[in-house]
């Protein structure tokens, strides 16, 4: 593990009422006083601090959930298997992390209660195609079961990190202690 180095980052996960938001977030976060979960945690070697906010879906919290949605870093868009309103109504979540960010934000397709294949209503075939257009990963999850659910965070943390640090994708890494400046400056020959 390197140092003292500690990532931290905001998650907000949204999606409907009843599609698992809270469930998937108790499984592996610590409630706070508000509607978040905390949890410090080793992922590929270093340190994170992460801050799960868990979002109402209904739309009496709009209001609130665009706050939720300023102060996220990433998100997670949940809806269940066996609702098709909840998968259809992932664009209105999108179109608002979009709005608020402005821009491509990093996103996670979740589709919750994948223990329950016989009331399934959408399809895994329709959360990756949907996963496609958005530009993101796609997962399928049982917050019952935990089935994914580790996975789920991960993902999304990896993510937010390859925002922050695109130069590791390359397998580059470039020498942070020295000022851009003081390299430039390495580069130059001086003739006598």
Same mark, same amino acid.
């Given at each position: ?89 992932? +664009?209105?979540?999108?179109? @608002?992390? %979009?709005?608020?960010? /402005?821009? !491509?934000?990093?996103? $996670?397709?979740?589709?919750? +209660?994948?223990?329950?294949? @016989?009331? %399934?209503?959408?399809? /895994?075939? !329709?959360?990756?195609? $949907? ?62």
């Amino acid at each position: 593990m390197s140092g003292t180095e500690m990532d931290t980052w905001r998650i907000a996960v949204l999606g409907d009422g009843g599609v698992g938001k809270t469930a998937l977030a108790v499984q592996t976060y610590d409630p706070t006083l508000e509607d978040g979960y905390r949890k410090q945690l080793i992922l590929d070697d270093r340190m994170c601090m992460v801050e799960v906010i868990d979002t109402a879906g209904q739309d009496e919290y709009a209001t609130l959930r665009d706050q939720w949605i300023q102060e996220g870093e990433g998100f997670i868009l949940v809806y269940s298997i066996r609702s098709r309103s909840t998968f259809d109504r992932l +664009q209105i979540f999108r179109q @608002a992390v %979009r709005r608020i960010k /402005r821009g !491509e934000p990093t996103l $996670l397709l979740v589709g919750n +209660q994948c223990d329950m294949v @016989a009331d %399934r209503e959408v399809s /895994r075939e !329709e959360g990756e195609a $949907l996963a496609r257009q958005f530009g993101c990963e796609f997962i399928e999850t049982s917050a019952k079961t935990a089935q994914n659910v580790d996975r789920v965070f991960s993902t999304i943390l990896r993510a937010l990190r390859r925002t922050k640090e695109p130069y590791k994708l390359e397998g580059v890494t470039p020498n942070l202690a020295e000022p851009a400046e003081t390299k430039k400056k390495k580069r130059k020959c001086t003739i006598l």
